[in-house]
């Protein structure tokens, strides 16, 4: 059987009253560009509905290829788990035949959906690296799993697919398994699995032959020693895990006597640790659990912290009640927050005792920064110090940090061009991204031992010395990478070329913001991504050739780069993030592959050189503001895939002559082409259905606007200013 694209989908959820059968009380919730959210995979498409009777949120999938019996599978799993309690599990009821789809190539018109409980959380692999540095949580997350293990493990039902993906995290640390496809229950036995799961958690002899309750105990055994060891051990993820899985890979299990990571966490001071690594070897060995008693996978809950967590937000409840100083410098009303300093004549400045913690912009709020602030000097009682909380202060010359203070912010100490010393303790384990961004006149900084975790780039434009006593990390050549050399951290040698080494897979977060030296670099195809901003504002670079190994650019990667003339995305990269090339005044020619899905918001804002460009078929939406100030953009080229033109998509295009608008588009955002003033015609189809304000506003040269009748009728509010441009063409 063949179902509908992914756009189809789309179409026929944004009209949920009159498509669906049993479901018409659900409605789509929408992002800010008004598309509804939903999640792709290869098999299947989630949407998030809202029920505009009860007031509630639930999950609908849409499957996108056939699979042997689901509706008779959905059946049994669902009668085995009628009368099962478990906040392990979400609700769910397959519904055939429910959907109504206006499908070019799918075989019939009503297709069958998955409805689901929404649980609301963040996945699994998510929720790690956002409590990296958060040692109670990270143990309770793996004490959570080892809940839901020794509930999973004797049950007569096993999941099929566990891994990251498929475990999400609610927001009070619980846990609860989704994507019930593979799923397992006795009423199956003697059936073929319909999926293997994931190579990197599933146990390395598994087949479709192997279809029982024991599917699973490999799993568990491997995510919990996962968890409990990067618990333990933290900075073990950034030097054995990877983007899709934790720390073992396939590649481990099938030659487990030659596993770096296993030699590097067995024998462990930890017992908990030794007996699932014992485990874990029996699953190995043996297939599954079957032989021991599942008792053996409960850990001890951990112990809440002591120590009190003050967060370096200002609330309004610190506002509310905030006192200020002589100096006025304001501290929360208990005295252990210093929230914000208002008196931008500050020279020198003592931060009281007790305080503990300096908030986030605190003396640069807003990037209003203190001009003439040349000291500070902050007690033994501060554990924080906030983001942005001196950035600016181009007056800034010295600050001692006290052994008081366990973390620093992302870019605390940016653009403060005068520091010429700091001293980070050893009671800091982290520093944060852009934490001295753009000192320069900064002679020398020492990561010292105790730094477990570097987060982006601390340096980027930063002219000093960095000195690393931390074994997490290593200096090779000049430039800062991760222990192993496989990410790159910063680039600090700041030369005119550059060969990134073949050991590298990923290049970090700001990488090479604001290298002006640097005109071309060589990307190996041992890289598979490329982070946030990584290339940002490095105004000199030319030429760069992005190898078919890279599968994921982050957004910002390219901004700035005003001397960039041409560049080829490979097929590898299915989505082009926000402001990725954005500002790049040289850039006259891009070609973007048939994997790109998506452009994000403002993707080639400000490409003054940009000529044309063609948006291949894969992709569904344009970002708003994506072409926003492409000056010399002559022609675009629309494909019938795409169903909405974000809010200022093309604002600014002012050789933009025409453009036709597919059928496939159902709405066209604010402003969407404002200002070109070269344009001179534009046709609207009849499948648009919401139109914005002022999308054809200073378009000079506009002769017509052709329209249908009924669709002007319709759209007329919004084209009301336009009247005399409308022609029908019926």
Known sequence: MTY????????????????????????????????????????????????????????????????????????????????????????????????????AHADGEEFPVLLMDWVEGTNLDLYIRQHLHDSYQLHLLAYQFSRLALWLMPQPFAHGDLKPDNIMVREDGTLVLIDYDGMFVPAMKGQKAREMGSPDFRHPARTEETFNE?????????????????????????????????????????????????????????????????????????????????????LERPKEPEIEIISTEVTEEDKKDAWTDEFGVKYSKDGKKLLESTDRGLKNYTIRQGTRCICDKAFAGNFSSHPSLQSITIPDSVTSIGGLTFAHCSSLQFVTIPDSVTSIGDGAFWGCRSLQSVTIPDSVTSIGDLTFADCSSLQSVTIPDSIINIKGNPFPACTARVINHSNHFTIYEGNLYTSDKRKLISYLSKGENFIIPDSVTCIGDNAFYGCSSLQSVTILDSVTSIGYSAFSNCDSLQSVTIPDSVTSIGDSAFFGCSSLQSVTIPDSVTCIGGLTFAHCSSLQFVTIPDSVTSIGDSAFSDCDSLQSVIIPDSVTSIGGSTFLGCESLQSVTIPDSVTSIGDWAFRGCSSLQSVTIPDSVTSIGNDAFSCCSSLQSVTIPDSVTSIGDLTFADCSSLQSVIISRKTYDRLKFNLRRYSSKIKFND
């Open 4 to 103: 509908p694209l992914i756009s189809e989908y789309v179409e026929a959820v944004r009209n949920a009253e009159d498509n669906f059968e049993k479901l018409r009380n659900l409605r789509p919730v929408t992002d800010g560009n008004g598309n509804p959210v939903m999640t792709s995979g290869n098999f299947a498409v989630v949407f998030k509905m809202r029920d505009e009777k009860e007031d509630k949120l639930y999950a609908v999938k849409c499957f996108l290829k056939d699979q042997p019996n689901r509706a008779e599978n959905y059946r049994m799993i669902a009668e085995e788990l009628e009368y099962v309690s478990s906040s392990f599990l979400t609700k769910f009821q397959y519904l055939d035949k429910e959907l109504f789809v206006d499908a």
């Open 214 to 298: 024991h599917i699973d105990d490999f799993s568990l055994a491997s995510i919990l020693l996962s968890l409990r060891v990067i618990a333990e051990e933290p900075a073990l993820l950034e030097k054995y895990g990877a983007a899709d899985r934790l720390l073992f890979s396939e590649k481990d299990y099938r030659a487990i006597h030659d596993c770096q990571l296993l030699k590097d966490i067995f024998p462990s001071e930890c017992p908990e640790i030794n007996t699932l690594v014992g485990l874990f070897i029996i699953a190995l060995t043996q297939s599954d659990l079957s032989n021991v008693s599942f008792r053996l996978l409960s």
